[in-house]
C-alpha cells in the first residue's frame, strides 16, 4: 500500500508556568515521541484513555497548534508538513481535514447548513471546482445528499437538528474539499449509540466512495473495531502497539491492551463470565512526571525491574505488529474474543 502519512518523533510538550512573572517550571508530555503511518484508503484507529495524548497528537497533524518537535510527511512528495510557514501550509490544509468531536460546539449557531458547509468552497474558490454562486450551491447539496441529509436542508440552522444530523453536516464540510485523509477526533462518542452505528456505516460508505483515509481517534474499543484497519494503542503520551485490528483484538501483545480489550463487555454473557477479570491498579500517572522507564510498570501486572528502568522501544515483534514492551517474546497474553 502506498504511504500517505509517515509519523515520525511527534513530541507536543505544554509548558507549566507558576508565579508572577509566569516562569516555566515543568512540561506536560501530552505527546512524547510517536512513529506511525498511514496508508490511502485505510483507517487507522488511535485509542486510549482520556489524556493519554491522541487528540493533541491529531491536532498537532493538522498544524491546529504548534509542535514541539518530530516530523510528519505528507502525499507522494513527502513535504514535511512540520516545517511549513502558515502560508505554505494552505494547500495542504485542503487535502487534510478534520471532524471535531461535539458537532454542538464545532458549528456556528448563527450560520445556515448553506454557510457552514459552503465555506470551505467561498474561501478556496478557484482551487476547486466550484467557483460561481450557482456551483457552489449545487455542490452544498451534493454533499449534503452525500451524508443523508436533503438540499432542502441548506437554509436551516444547525439548533433543527438532532445530534446525528450535526455530525453529519461536520462530515460533509470536512468533504468539501475532496481531502484525501481525514482525523475523525471522536466522532461519536457525543452520541446515542444507535445514532453511532449510522456514522460510522456512513463513514465507511464514504470511504469507500470518495478513496478517503481516515485516522479515527476514539476511547471506544468496540467501535474503533468495527472500522478501523490498523490500531495504535497509546498510554500516556507513547504508542505501547500497533497492529492490524483483527490480530490486536483476538491476540493483543502489550499488557495495556489486554486489560483494555477485557473491559469490553462481551454480548455472550456466559461468556463474559468465563472471561478472566483484568483491574488496572491506581490511576493514570501525571503526564507532567511521567514514571521512569516503561510508563505502565506502575500498573502493569508483569512489571519487573528492567521495566522500571529501562523505557522500552516500539518494536516489530510480527508481520505488521509493533509492540513497546520488555517481555512481549516471554509473556503469553491471553486472546480475547
Known sequence: M?????VRDLRKYFPIQKGLLQRTVGYVKAVDGINFDVHRGETLGLVG????????????????????????????????LATLTHREMQPYRRRIQMIFQDPHASLNPRMTVADIVGEPLRVNRGAVAANSRAQIQERIAELLESVGLKSQDMRRYPHAFSGGQRQRIGIARALALNPELIVADEPVSALDVSVQAQILNLLAELREKFQLSYIFIAHDLSVVEHISDRVAVMYLGKIVEISDAETLYSAPQHPYTEALIAAVPLPDPSAQRKREQIRLEGDVPDPSQPPTGCHFHPR??????????????????????????????????????
Open 300 to 337: 502493569c501486572r508483569y512489571a519487573t525491574e528492567q521495566c522500571k528502568q529501562e523505557t522500552p522501544q516500539l518494536r516489530e515483534v510480527a508481520p505488521g505488529v509493533q509492540v513497546a514492551c520488555h517481555h512481549s517474546e516471554t509473556l503469553e497474553l491471553r486472546g480475547v474474543s
Open 49 to 80: 484513555e482520556s489524556g493519554c495524548g491522541k487528540t493533541t497528537a491529531g491536532r498537532c497533524l493538522l498544524r491546529l497548534i504548534p509542535t514541539t518537535s518530530g516530523s510528519f510527511t505528507f502525499g507522494e512528495e513527502q513535504v514535511d
Open 2 to 6: 502506498t504511504k500517505l502519512l509517515e
